[in-house]
């Protein structure tokens, strides 16, 4: 059984240039989350959808940051553009409602 | 909102010995808790939660126990092995509520052998 996919699993990037992370939740999940993690600020919650919308986007640090949800089975995060701090493991995690939550093996993000 | 402490940040301890880990809540209506496991270079895994109906709950040698009226959880490993040296994340939530997890800030959990 598949967990939640996440693509790349690496990417380093010129800083300016757009950023785009790729999250694909476990089947009959219904709740998608964007996490960021940095050794400063530990486990950051960027943004979160219900049934494909946002629910909250208050944890999204700028207006460079975007989500996308266009189906139950896919998401995004792009970041433009991106800058040295954004540097950091991006997380998605999925969750059948407001329950267990299950994360992918995260992004590592380095812009120079 | 929620707001989620957890202690120690750091904790070693020797190999076979037990280690514990506890966390409190502020929001009373909470009443889930998942205890995630994070290995270097992966994502946190959920490794045993607890609802707010039991006070206790096993799972081989990890353990969690719920005071639901000093709103504190812990989660207690016993017999540590090497392979047990991870970050480890306590949460709560209120499950049927419109509201995501909200985590503590992590223990890292070394174990010697």
């Known amino acids: 059984d598949a967990g939640v996919i996440q693509s790349p699993r690496h990417e380093v990037t010129e800083m300016g240039q757009e950023v785009t992370l790729r999250c694909k939740p476990i089947?009959?999940?219904?709740?998608l989350f964007w996490y960021r993690q940095t050794m400063m600020r530990g486990l950051e919650l960027l943004i979160y959808f219900n049934n494909n919308v946002p629910i909250d986007d208050s944890g999204m640090p700028e207006d460079r940051f975007s989500a996308k949800m266009p189906n139950a089975s896919f998401s995004t995060l792009k970041i433009q553009p991106s800058e040295p701090r954004d540097s950091a493991v991006y997380f998605c995690?999925?969750?059948?409602?407001?329950?267990?939550?299950?994360f992918g093996p995260g992004t590592r993000l380095t812009v120079l | 909102g929620e707001n989620v402490e957890q202690h120690p940040s750091t904790l070693s301890v020797q190999e076979g010995d037990s280690a514990v880990i506890k966390c409190t809540y502020s929001?009373?209506?909470?009443?889930?808790f998942p205890w995630y496991k994070q290995e270097l270079g992966k994502g946190p895994q959920l490794i045993i939660d607890?609802?707010?109906?039991?006070g206790e709950k096993k799972d081989q040698r990890i353990a969690v126990t719920l005071n639901k009226t000093a709103k504190h959880f812990s989660l207690h490993i016993t017999e540590t092995q090497p392979e047990d040296s991870a970050v480890y994340f306590c949460?709560?939530?209120?499950?049927?509520?419109?509201?995501?997890?909200?985590f503590g800030k992590g223990t890292r959990l070394s174990v010697i052998a």
């Open positions: 089947s009959g999940h219904n709740s």
């Open positions: 929001d009373s209506a909470s009443n889930y």
């Open positions: 607890i609802r707010s109906n039991v």
């Open positions: 995690a999925s969750s059948f409602e407001w329950s267990a939550q299950y």
């Open positions: 949460a709560a939530s209120i499950a049927t509520g419109n509201t995501p997890l909200v």
